[in-house]
């Protein structure tokens, strides 16, 4: 194909048509603030939940490396609690917020993603696989969690995440 | 950090922990010293300009500088290798190779503009009497607008297959990369350009740009069809560039896709003086698809292409052999297709241990324009069919142990059994 500066320019003109149609839609897909309002109605006071040793350790063994918090805030009631938690995809944090009931996920929501790729762990069809899911032995969900072809980091750091909310979950209520 | 801001460090910390559970006094001590100690070293590190921090980290979960290294204005390392041993059937030969060691730095230079690179070392030794390779595998930039539209430019991989732009070992099975994504698709297949890419609704993921493009005057090996044509980036003749596009449509546990790239690549005789005026037009295309569902991973590719003028790309080989003996002629590929289908089953999970058999069938169909008159034919193993039965065990989601057996049917030579050894971080 000859070099066309006509032809480039309509495609880059098309391809600046295109971004400027998507520029609202950003990364923060929900602030942390209006999750936790949105789960309880209205934002309750935090409580922080201590990493003792013993929960670092444990923490650990979930996520493969050592928990980099040395507390972490969470918001209950006598039903829910509920943890916004940030780990590494591929390259970059991703931003959670997890939902937990009776000591099981009720529901998860990604709150902010930032790398360019795998944004698919996003959507309901990922997300829905989580509704219901516990701690089974080893602290590994109680599932298998299907993964989204080339998203494969994405995918785990999100399991590693609800494993760790279920988990704190299960400290704070001892 | 001075003492009045550790108390006020101290005293927000505590205000900001209404309900301490769990923790004894002494632990919660202990613990306000260790973030004490990381404030500190934090408070050394910010000697260096400052970076923004993600605005929910120190908030919501006391990471204490993490984000400041990842959400914004950071650097961060990635990585991956693999190691192989193969044995020969017929000849008895065998090789142990540090195939490749891949390291990449990723830079966020602000909320929306990344820099993504990959540096590769192939067979370990790089130098004037060895055969390793030291390349640039990938060095783009990202400006994200929003999921939906980013654009990127720089030296980038062609979304054509599956492996070409998710090649890392753990993420595929075999030893060595499957045939087809090797001869066919000549992955890791990069080009420099831009382009701009995106995912429009559930699951649904464009890539579509402009690029540099194969001199078929450099091509020197037809067994592989377009792929000895390949620039990479390496001052690239640019005078017929190509465009792509890709669609692809990503559910757990599925994928359904294909790609095209289209474009000249006769460079005007640039490489090979026969070629001047030549088009020689390459066109790939490939679809493919996985699907996994309990325990079981299916996966499947099609791929073909053609380059246009391959009889008068045949001529050039032989005009470059007649001014210098040392250029080998031979018929130049005019067409080239080829497929799989792969199986596997996971038949143990437990912990970060998994193991999962696999087999694959491969076929591979490369046609020359041959030239009877200069004794330039076809190569007969250019049609070829492959059966790998092998499996992997990751001992780590991201560290696999692997071992096959590979049969050819045409060349027989190729007959092999192989370990391997993959990690990616």
């Given at each position: 194909?000859?070099?066309?500066?006509?032809?480039?320019?309509?495609?880059?003109?098309?391809?600046?048509?295109?971004?400027?149609?998507g520029w609202?839609?950003?990364?923060?897909?929900?602030?942390?603030d209006?999750?936790?309002?949105?789960?309880?109605?209205?934002?309750?006071?935090?409580?922080?939940?201590?990493?003792?040793?013993?929960?670092q350790?444990?923490?650990?063994?979930?996520l493969?490396?050592?928990?980099?918090?040395?507390?972490?805030?969470?918001?209950?009631?006598?039903?829910?609690?509920?943890?916004?938690?940030?780990?590494?995809?591929?390259?970059?944090?991703?931003?959670?917020g997890?939902?937990?009931?009776?000591?099981?996920?009720?529901?998860?929501?990604?709150?902010?993603?930032r790398?360019?790729?795998?944004?698919?762990?996003?959507?309901?069809?990922?997300?829905?696989?989580?509704?219901?899911?516990?701690?089974?032995?080893?602290?590994?969900?109680?599932?298998?969690?299907?993964?989204?072809?080339?998203?494969?980091?994405?995918?785990?750091?999100?399991?590693?995440?609800?494993?760790?909310?279920?988990?704190?979950?299960?400290?704070?209520?001892? | 950090?001075?003492?009045?801001s550790?108390?006020?460090?101290?005293?927000?910390?505590?205000?900001?922990?209404?309900?301490?559970?769990?923790?004894?006094?002494?632990?919660?001590l202990?613990?306000?010293?260790?973030?004490?100690?990381?404030?500190?070293?934090?408070?050394?590190?910010?000697?260096?300009?400052?970076q923004?921090?993600?605005?929910?980290?120190?908030?919501?979960?006391?990471?204490?500088?993490?984000?400041?290294?990842?959400?914004?204005?950071?650097?961060?390392?990635?990585?991956?290798?693999?190691?192989?041993?193969?044995?020969?059937?017929?000849?008895?030969?065998?090789?142990?190779?540090?195939?490749?060691?891949?390291?990449?730095?990723?830079?966020?230079?602000?909320?929306?503009?990344?820099?993504?690179?990959?540096?590769?070392?192939?067979?370990?030794?790089?130098?004037?009497?060895?055969?390793?390779?030291?390349?640039?595998?990938?060095?783009?930039?990202?400006?994200?607008?929003?999921?939906?539209?980013?654009?990127?430019?720089?030296?980038?991989?062609?979304?054509?297959?599956?492996?070409?732009?998710?090649h890392?070992?753990?993420?595929?099975?075999?030893?060595?990369?499957?045939?087809?994504?090797?001869?066919?698709?000549?992955?890791?297949?990069?080009?420099?350009?831009?382009?701009?890419?995106?995912?429009?609704?559930?699951?649904?993921?464009?890539?579509?740009?402009?690029?540099?493009?194969?001199?078929?005057?450099?091509?020197?090996?037809?067994?592989?069809?377009?792929?000895?044509?390949?620039?990479?980036?390496?001052?690239?003749?640019?005078?017929?560039?190509?465009?792509?596009?890709?669609?692809?449509?990503?559910?757990?546990?599925?994928?359904?896709?294909?790609?095209v790239f289209?474009?000249?690549?006769?460079?005007?005789?640039?490489?090979?003086?026969?070629?001047?005026?030549?088009?020689?037009?390459?066109?790939?295309?490939?679809?493919?698809a996985?699907?996994?569902?309990?325990?079981?991973?299916?996966?499947?590719?099609?791929?073909?292409?053609?380059?246009?003028?391959?009889?008068?790309?045949?001529?050039?080989?032989?005009?470059?052999?007649?001014?210098?003996?040392?250029?080998?002629?031979?018929?130049?590929?005019?067409?080239?297709?080829?497929?799989?289908?792969?199986?596997?089953?996971?038949?143990?999970?437990?912990?970060?241990?998994d193991?999962?058999?696999?087999?694959?069938?491969?076929?591979?169909d490369?046609?020359?324009?041959?030239?009877?008159?200069?004794?330039?034919?076809?190569?007969?193993?250019?049609?070829?069919?492959?059966?790998?039965?092998?499996?992997?065990?990751?001992?780590?989601?991201?560290?696999?142990?692997?071992?096959?057996?590979?049969?050819?049917?045409?060349?027989?030579?190729?007959?092999?059994?192989?370990l391997?050894?993959?990690?990616?971080?």
């Open positions: 194909m000859n070099w066309r500066p006509r032809r480039s320019l309509a495609l880059l003109m098309l391809a600046l048509g295109a971004a400027a149609a609202v839609r950003g990364e923060v897909y929900q602030e942390p209006a999750f936790v309002a949105e789960v309880f109605g209205t934002r309750p006071e935090p409580k922080v939940l201590w990493l003792t040793k013993d929960i350790a444990q923490a650990a063994a979930i493969g490396h050592p928990p980099v918090q040395l507390r972490q805030r969470y918001w209950s009631d006598a039903h829910k609690s509920v943890w916004i938690l940030e780990e590494i995809g591929k390259e970059e944090l991703i931003t959670a997890f939902v937990v009931a009776e000591g099981h996920i009720d529901h998860v929501r990604v709150l902010v993603y790398e360019s790729r795998g944004q698919e762990v996003r959507y309901p069809s990922f997300l829905k696989q989580f509704k219901e899911a516990k701690l089974a032995q080893g602290d590994r969900l109680d599932r298998e969690i299907d993964g989204v072809a080339g998203a494969t980091l994405s995918v785990g750091a999100m399991e590693r995440m609800a494993r760790l909310a279920l988990f704190f979950d299960r400290m704070s209520r001892q | 950090m001075k003492k009045s550790l108390g006020v460090a101290l005293a927000a910390a505590f205000a900001a922990a209404p309900a301490f559970a769990q923790a004894t006094v002494d632990q919660k202990q613990i306000l010293q260790q973030e004490i100690d990381d404030l500190k070293a934090q408070a050394r590190r910010s000697a260096a300009p400052a923004q921090t993600s605005p929910y980290s120190l908030d919501y979960s006391s990471m204490l500088d993490r984000s400041s290294g990842l959400a914004s204005g950071g650097t961060n390392i990635v990585g991956y290798g693999e190691v192989g041993y193969g044995k020969f059937r017929q000849s008895g030969n065998a090789t142990a190779d540090l195939q490749r060691f891949v390291f990449g730095f990723n830079h966020r230079f602000d909320e929306r503009l990344t820099l993504h690179s990959e540096v590769e070392f192939e067979h370990a030794i790089v130098s004037k009497d060895d055969g390793g390779e030291a390349e640039i595998e990938q060095a783009w930039l990202n400006y994200k607008m929003s999921d939906a539209v980013n654009f990127k430019g720089g030296l980038f991989l062609i979304p054509i297959g599956i492996l070409n732009e998710t890392e070992p753990p993420t595929y099975y075999g030893v060595m990369r499957n045939q087809v994504e090797t001869r066919i698709i000549p992955t890791t297949w990069r080009e420099l350009g831009a382009g701009v890419h995106g995912i429009v609704s559930e699951g649904i993921r464009y890539d579509v740009g402009i690029t540099t493009n194969f001199d078929s005057g450099k091509l020197d090996d037809p067994t592989t069809g377009i792929r000895s044509a390949h620039q990479e980036g390496q001052l690239a003749n640019a005078r017929n560039l190509a465009v792509y596009g890709a669609l692809n449509y990503r559910r757990p546990g599925l994928l359904v896709g294909g790609g289209t474009g000249d690549t006769g460079q005007n005789g640039a490489s090979n003086p026969a070629l001047q005026g030549v088009a020689a037009r390459f066109t790939m295309w490939d679809v493919h996985q699907y996994r569902i309990a325990g079981l991973d299916l996966q499947a590719l099609y791929a073909a292409g053609t380059l246009g003028d391959a009889d008068r790309i045949t001529a050039a080989t032989v005009a470059a052999n007649l001014a210098d003996p040392g250029v080998t002629a031979f018929a130049a590929p005019k067409s080239m297709k080829g497929a799989y289908v792969q199986a596997a089953y996971h038949v143990y999970k437990q912990g970060n241990f193991v999962a058999p696999f087999v694959r069938y491969e076929r591979i490369i046609k020359q324009a041959e030239d009877p008159g200069n004794n330039l034919f076809q190569n007969p193993n250019n049609n070829e069919r492959i059966k790998t039965l092998g499996v992997n065990f990751w001992v780590h989601p991201k560290v696999v142990v692997k071992a096959d057996v590979e049969r050819y049917a045409t060349d027989k030579s190729q007959d092999r059994f192989e391997g050894l993959g990690f990616m971080f």
